[in-house]
């Protein structure tokens, strides 16, 4: 399963591809035909009516109930994508089978401490009460709160202007890229941070349903500067400028987003200082986490803890050389691949004087990940959906777009200091997580 991820991680280019050609996927001008072009405009109308409609009504939308088909645990603990599909049945809702990985209250609740540090809190305003107590009832039965719905923990690898070469199922254009940010905003997602959603700070407005973004490698295509009249810039062709473009037209969407890099390699290009690059991030509210030192694969070359704490300790240590006192909160798995029998030293350890403690592990999965406050949530082995790639696979993005059922997800009740769950879902809720939060079950 290991070399299905060799593949994309590290022999890819990593320059992010700069040719400026247009002929990106599914924008063929010279294909449309006659009937297409008469066809258009009520197109463009009807898309403008809807998301019109959609921004209307929030995420609240009655268009945004339906569809979709119940989710249910994968039988057996699952890494990657050649596991065993889901089983999707019409299983009736809150049934969810045991997965075998199951809860542990105790490290959960450990974690809980400690992990508000560095981030700060629901940055991206959504008409919070200045004093939080005058929220305005919600709706439930129009909106539907699931708080112990599933969240999509997404991976990102490398942006291109145009495919060319290299793995397809981890490169996406720019242009899918926008596409997809337009898709999941009228859809009703919202991002949050990583901090957030392992903090149960859930703060997007009422019917919304939260979603993580994370980027693995520190590719160029997903962030670098270019130099202009002496000036540091974001490139324009990268995931980032497209976010903070994204951003200014809808704010409400969240520029949000979790950077896994390794140090010891070229990471967000070559202009500029790595130091300059990875304050820039911070700065905007960005999350960098580990991804070890060399994208060392911790199952077949990390045999050892020495080799274990000098990649993942490493990491941090230049991290501290850097930006000073950012201390990484989680860690993505290089191709997706555990320790066999070491992993307490990829989560906790110390190297050359400098200790570190993961508090969330990234799988490379297939599933979206457990809410923050259900008994299933386990931090140290978050699955994480892919990006959509140049083809479509099974159980990327695009598929649990098309497949999950709303009732599934975790939809917002709008209020952070909530957890509103339907009943059929209330035995999944970890009192235990609720970290001071009103539980209400309706
Ligand atoms: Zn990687």
Do not use: H, Q, T
């Given at each position: 399963m290991d070399n299905r991820y060799s593949a994309f991680d590290r022999s890819t280019d990593r320059s992010g591809s700069k040719d400026n050609s247009k002929s990106a996927v599914g924008l063929k001008p010279t294909a449309i035909s006659r009937p297409a072009f008469r066809i258009k405009p009520a197109v463009v109308l009807l898309v403008t009516l809807l998301i019109t409609a959609l921004m209307l009504q929030g995420?609240?939308?009655?268009?945004?109930q339906n569809g979709g088909t119940e989710l249910q645990e994968p039988q057996g603990q699952l890494q990657g994508y050649d596991a065993d599909g889901p089983d999707i049945t019409g299983q009736p809702e809150g049934t969810v089978p045991d997965?075998?990985?199951?809860?542990d209250p105790g490290s959960d609740a450990e974690g809980e401490?400690?992990?508000?540090?560095?981030d700060g809190k629901g940055e991206q305003g959504n008409g919070d009460p200045a004093n939080g107590n005058e929220r305005e009832p919600i709706d439930l039965d129009a909106v539907?709160?699931?708080?112990?719905g599933r969240i999509m923990v997404v991976m990102f690898h490398r942006f291109v202007e145009k495919y060319e070469k290299g793995d397809k199922e981890y490169t996406m254009t720019f242009d899918a890229f926008r596409k997809l940010l337009e898709t999941l905003y009228t859809s009703g997602y919202r991002l949050i941070s990583l901090n957030d959603y392992l903090n149960g700070h859930i703060d997007v407005p009422a019917g919304c349903i939260p979603m993580v973004f994370t980027f693995d490698d520190g590719t160029a295509g997903q962030f670098s500067f270019i130099e202009e009249d002496g000036q540091l810039k974001v490139n324009p062709d990268s995931a980032v400028a497209i976010m903070e473009e994204f951003n200014r037209l809808h704010p409400d969407f969240g520029l949000k987003g979790t950077f896994f890099v390794n140090l010891g390699n070229e990471t967000f290009g070559k202009t500029g200082t790595l130091q300059q690059r990875l304050q820039y991030l911070i700065d905007r509210g960005f999350e960098i986490g580990n991804h070890t030192y060399s994208h060392i694969n911790l199952k077949t070359e990390a045999k050892t803890a020495e080799i274990i704490q000098k990649e993942v300790g490493g990491n941090q240590k230049r991290m501290y050389e850097l930006v000073p006192g950012y201390a990484f909160t989680a860690l993505a798995l290089p191709y997706g691949a555990p320790s066999k029998n070491l992993m307490e030293y990829v989560i906790k350890g110390e190297y050359e004087g400098v200790g570190y403690e993961n508090k969330a592990i990234m799988e490379v999965g297939w599933d979206p990940a457990q809410s923050p406050f259900s008994v299933k949530f386990d931090p140290l082995s978050t699955h994480r959906v892919r990006s959509p790639g140049i083809e479509p696979v099974e159980f990327d993005l695009e598929w649990w777009l098309k497949n999950m059922k709303r009732s599934n997800e975790f939809v917002s009740d709008g209020d952070p200091d909530t957890v509103t769950v339907p009943e059929a879902y209330a035995d999944l809720v970890d009192q235990e997580r609720l970290g001071g939060r009103k539980l209400v079950i309706y």
């Open positions: 995420c609240a939308s009655e268009k945004l997965s075998g990985n199951g809860p401490s400690g992990m508000d540090s560095a539907k709160p699931n708080e112990a």
